[in-house]
T-cell receptor, first 111, second 114 residues
């Protein structure tokens, strides 16, 4: 699986958009970008995934650059409950069981 | 909707003792995983299974054994616990043969080895 790089921490004001970056410059053609979050030591929670097109669901949007070497997770209107550690993971079809979560980005949403 | 259930939620072991952590999922998922998470760090894959009766090593398998005798259950065993195995253990499951399968996680087991 490709290695990912995320900033260790970010702050965001409540109600504003939170933009969390992830670099994955060694991503290969069959690898997907997944985002998970972990709130206060609970089990990680799936947020969104994508291959090369931008994706949106009820939780977030995922923007993947054209060269697929980086991506941004967007929480459009952050709330205090979005305070969590956010993990960006790159995973291929043949390596479904080999995802290691890095240190992630600790997002703190402030009132 | 139970999802992924881990048993027990907390446990304290003495060095050298053995124990088994149970993970059960009710979503008919093929793939199951065991991770450990040390304080302030991300999750590291211990072992995983791509189907009933099959297991494989992950990133940090030493000191652990696993078994997948039934599709819905994935057991993690510690034969002789060491203080270095003090951690939070997470189990997860996902669909197989689906290249976009997300993983569903349990709530974790907090293990302390003294």
């Amino acid at each position: 699986d490709a290695k990912t790089t995320q900033p260790p921490s970010m702050d965001c004001a409540e109600g504003r958009a939170a933009n969390l970056p992830c670099n994955h410059s060694t991503i290969s053609g069959n690898e997907y970008v997944y985002w998970y979050r972990q709130i206060h030591s609970q089990g990680p929670q799936y947020i969104i995934h994508g291959l090369k097109n931008n994706e949106t669901n009820e939780m977030a949007s995922l923007i993947i650059t054209e060269d697929r070497k980086s991506s941004t997770l967007i929480l459009p209107h952050a709330t205090l409950r979005d305070t969590a550690v956010y993990y960006c993971i790159v995973r291929g079809y043949t390596n479904a069981g080999k995802s290691t979560f890095g240190d992630g980005t600790t997002l703190t949403v402030k009132p | 909707n139970a999802g992924v259930t881990q048993t027990p939620k907390f446990r304290v072991l003495k060095t050298g003792q053995s124990m088994t952590l149970l993970c059960a999922q009710d979503m008919n998922h093929e793939y199951m995983y065991w991770y450990r998470q040390d304080p302030g760090m991300g999750l590291r894959l211990i072992h995983y299974s791509v189907g009933e009766g099959t297991t494989a090593k992950g990133e940090v398998p030493d000191g652990y054994n696993v078994s997948r005798l039934k599709k819905q259950n994935f057991l993690l065993g510690l034969e002789s616990a060491a203080p270095s195995q003090t951690s939070v253990y997470f189990c997860a499951s996902s669909l197989a043969r689906d290249r976009v399968a997300e993983a569903f996680f349990g709530q974790g087991t907090r293990l302390t080895v003294v």
